[in-house]
């Protein structure tokens, strides 16, 4: 478990995970607020990067409004874990690869511009590996912004607003994309996204706060790295509900402390008959075990087979592929 014990860090890792300034120096916005200069800032964000303590500065997108993506997983042969899980990572819309305790035990998040990028990125990962690939594409989500607290408490996470998918505009998937990669860590990131994409730094600026208004952009801060902090017995636990009882119990779920995500996908039956997913983030299995005894105890789940899926080793985290891989470069 890793222990920050210094103020200044704990804070920039519990209180930007959202709600990073859309400024010409946001940056010196944080440093104003902290109490420390602008060049300390960065000093400490590019520290804890490299660390891995963080992923990036940037933000996160709400599914399916700028791209496609799905989640997926492959039975993989206790002797070729390795070797399926590199030749998973080696896909570039893969963005999370997972081991997991299950059969089903190599789960991964496949994106991409479109569905037939994410159709193609399933059908080589199958073809190269010989294994069926299980393919369970979003059908709502009850909670999709994942935070967390160095102190454990658990994150007060802003009520879900409705998307405004009407409000994109031309060149925004390669803006989100810039952003889903992260931010320069320099005093002016915005500018310099601004150059790379040949534009004009005020309007960048401008788009980015329109997207953020539309809940597209769903968290725009610092994005961490959650086993590095700390918070490393995370578990899948996905529930057997009927289709028209989803409705009620996945709000509920969402609501309950320690659970850090919600959502329905898509069933395969004969196969996978779990249609409610939720991820538990806790610091010990104990300490996930009392959230799942919470859950199971809700009227809207009580009775509902589940599984538990704990997390044993990660093989890639990154940000979405938005843009096609020329855009993206």
Request: proline fraction near 7%.
């Amino acid at each position: 478990m890793c222990h920050i014990t210094d103020p200044i860090d704990r804070s920039l890792l519990d209180d930007w995970q959202r709600d990073l300034p859309i400024t010409d120096r946001p940056f010196a916005a944080m440093a104003a607020a902290l109490g420390i200069s602008e060049d300390d800032v960065l000093a400490r964000l590019n520290r804890m990067k490299v660390a891995g303590r963080i992923t990036r500065v940037g933000a996160t997108v709400a599914p399916g409004t700028v791209s496609a993506s799905t989640l997926a997983a492959v039975a993989a042969p206790e002797p070729r874990i390795d070797e399926v899980a590199a030749i998973i990572g080696a896909q570039p819309g893969v963005n999370h690869n997972y081991l997991r305790e299950d059969e089903w035990n190599l789960w991964f998040v496949a994106t991409g511009p479109d569905r037939a990028h994410v159709d193609a990125t399933l059908a080589r990962i199958g073809a190269q590996t010989r294994l069926r690939v299980l393919d369970l594409p979003l059908v709502r989500p009850f909670n999709i912004d994942l935070g967390f607290r160095l102190s454990g408490d658990v994150a007060t996470v802003p009520p879900r607003r409705k998307v405004d998918r009407a409000a994109l505009r031309d060149g925004d998937r390669e803006l989100l994309q810039q952003l889903t990669t992260g931010l320069p860590l320099t005093p002016r990131p915005y500018h310099r996204i601004a150059t790379l994409l040949h534009r004009d730094a005020d309007a960048v600026m401008d788009r980015l706060a329109a997207l953020v208004a539309a809940g597209i952009i769903t968290r725009l801060g610092v994005i961490v790295r959650h086993r590095a902090l700390g918070w490393s017995a995370n578990a899948m636990v996905v529930w057997d509900v009927p289709a028209d009882r989803i409705g009620a119990a996945g709000p509920a779920l969402a609501a309950v402390p320690g659970v850090t995500l919600c959502y329905q996908r898509r069933i395969v039956p004969g196969i996978w008959p779990y249609g409610l997913f939720s991820m538990i983030h806790a610091k010990s299995r104990a300490q996930a075990r009392e959230v799942l005894a919470r859950a199971a105890a809700l009227p809207e789940l009580f009775g509902a087979p589940h599984k538990v899926l704990f997390s044993t080793r990660c093989f890639k985290q990154t940000g979405a592929l938005i843009a096609d891989k020329e855009a993206a470069a």
